[in-house]
């Protein structure tokens, strides 16, 4: 028996995910609360954090003489950038100046030097998708419940955001160009086929789109893409991929549609695949367990070359290792691919979709 790893492509599921907070602080939901996306249902205060500033190493000045040049007294807040001590005459181009590094108050002086405390910040954990809370862990975060479509990709970069989904592309393999981004599409969730370039991102920004889904995104882009400031997901991984056509075809049928997008990527401990939430009305069944054996008539996605993108179904699988053309024999299914095409794929070259 085979046990694939499997990407969540369903448009209607049961979804319960964990908001947790990343320090302890205050859960201010209840079990059994209606959230919607931008509601806050956890708080906590971060900061706080000590800062050393050696004064009178900065100002050229022995430690004795050092209360002479300050500016500032235990306890006195101070903003970021704010002198805290000063050196010289009344003439600017004389002066030796030492400005604190962050804002929040000086808590301490002495031995030359002024320790800062940075001013406390309230993190607020939203709820970011529509949905009932069904736990509370209290001091940590909630469980949220809801009812829809889910669609996992393989890479993402960004936070979270939502949005209506909105599709700019005719079918799975067109790309997504800058010139299909308009007025239109400020706030909303894109959807383009099988890859963006540098011109989309720019275009993009300039529309404040709230998250990019394509097929695949070429290396040369990865870093670029990680520093924008929305979320993007590839469902493919890298490269220039079609999007496969059953999620396609799913965020065609939701388009117009509020969703909420995660470009969060974790590979190793406790991996987390970006993924796409559109919350719908109704009941659903419990969604498949991922640890399920391969069998005929599963849906499977091809994730390595040739057929990489590639969308079929298990019609057979050999008992025995099938010779591939690398000359290695190789345990895998045969799949009745997209356009009826049947072909051998190793184990290790597919995973179950659906």
């Known amino acids: 028996m085979y046990y694939p790893p499997m990407t969540q492509v369903t448009p209607l599921t049961l979804i319960k995910r964990e908001r947790l907070l990343p320090v302890r602080g205050e859960v201010l939901a209840n079990i059994g609360d209606r959230v919607e996306p931008i509601d806050v249902v956890a708080r906590a205060s971060s900061g706080g954090e000590l800062h050393v500033v ?73 709820a970011h998708f529509r949905g009932t809370v069904v736990s509370v862990m209290p001091s940590l975060g909630v469980v949220i419940e809801t009812v829809g479509a889910l669609v996992q990709g393989v890479w993402g970069a960004g936070g979270e955001a939502q949005g209506v989904l909105k599709m700019l592309a005719e079918n799975p393999r067109e790309k997504l160009v800058a010139e299909a981004i308009d007025v ?95 919350p719908s009305q109704g009941t659903a069944p419990s969604p498949r367990q991922t640890k399920e054996a391969l069998k005929v008539g599963d849906q499977i996605r091809v994730i390595r070359q040739p057929y990489l993108g590639f969308v079929g179904k298990v019609v057979n699988l050999p008992l025995q290792p099938i010779a591939v053309d690398s000359g290695a024999r190789l345990m895998g299914a045969e799949v009745e691919l997209e356009g009826k095409k049947r072909v051998f794929i190793p184990y290790v070259n597919l995973e179950l979709i659906g």
């Not at 000045?61 to 306890?75: A, P």
């Not at 101070?78 to 108050?105: D, N, T």
């Not at 599409?185 to 540098?198: K, M, P, Q, R, T």
């Not at 991929?241 to 974790?266: D, W, Y």
């Open 54 to 126: 050696d004064v009178g190493k900065i100002l050229a000045v022995k430690n004795e003489d050092l209360d002479g040049y300050l500016l500032k007294e235990v306890g006195e807040a101070v903003e970021e950038g704010e002198a805290i001590a000063a050196r010289g005459g009344k003439l600017v181009p004389l002066r030796r100046v030492c400005r604190s590094p962050v804002a929040g108050k000086v808590v301490a002086i002495g031995s030359g030097r002024v320790v800062l405390e940075s001013r406390a910040e309230t993190f607020e954990l939203h």
């Open 184 to 278: 239109g599409c400020h706030g909303a969730i894109i959807v383009g086929g099988s890859s963006l370039d540098e011109k989309v991102l720019q275009r993009a920004r300039q529309m404040q789109v709230r998250g990019i889904v394509v097929g695949g995104v070429g290396a040369d882009l990865a870093e670029r893409v990680s520093d924008f400031p929305c979320p993007v997901i590839a469902t493919e991984g890298m490269g220039e991929v079609p999007m496969a056509s059953v999620i396609f075809e799913l965020l065609r049928s939701n388009a117009g549609r509020e969703a909420s997008i995660s470009g969060v990527t974790r590979l190793r401990w406790g991996a987390v695949r970006p993924e796409i939430i559109i």
